[in-house]
């Protein structure tokens, strides 16, 4: 069993940055590849990034790549989203998962948090 609390959500404006943090419970963390989704307005819930258990390895959907990084420290139980640049249409409800594969397929993550938002304004 795996918890997941992300935190570092919050309301900035356009061209501003944060950083999401994802602190997961257990001693497996290593263990689990780590993504990122999220959840705007009356979207559906879509894919951000994902990191292999290694860190070696990481993926982004097209709209974020160059802005967002996501990476993690195994020793800190931690996986982190920096976004840079956000835009408006960055606004969403932050997730953070962990799951056996890295994938871009949100129901292979076994685990989820309650979720960070983030709102962006213009």
């Known amino acids: 069993q795996v918890q997941l609390v992300e935190s570092g959500g919050g309301l900035v404006q356009a061209g501003d940055s944060l950083r999401l943090s994802c602190a997961a419970s257990g001693r497996t963390f290593s263990s689990y590849a780590m993504g990122w989704f999220r959840r705007a307005p009356g979207k559906e819930r879509e894919f951000v990034a994902a990191i292999s258990r290694s860190g070696g390895s990481t993926y982004y959907t097209d709209s974020v790549k160059g802005r967002f990084t996501i990476t993690r420290d195994n020793a800190k139980n931690t996986v982190y989203l920096q976004m840079n640049r956000l835009q408006p249409e960055d606004t969403a409800v932050y997730y953070c998962?962990?799951?056996?594969?890295?994938?871009?397929?949100?129901?292979?993550?076994?685990?989820w948090g309650q979720g960070t938002q983030v709102t962006v304004s213009s």
């Open positions: 998962t962990a799951g056996a594969v890295v994938t871009t397929y949100g129901p292979a993550y076994n685990y």
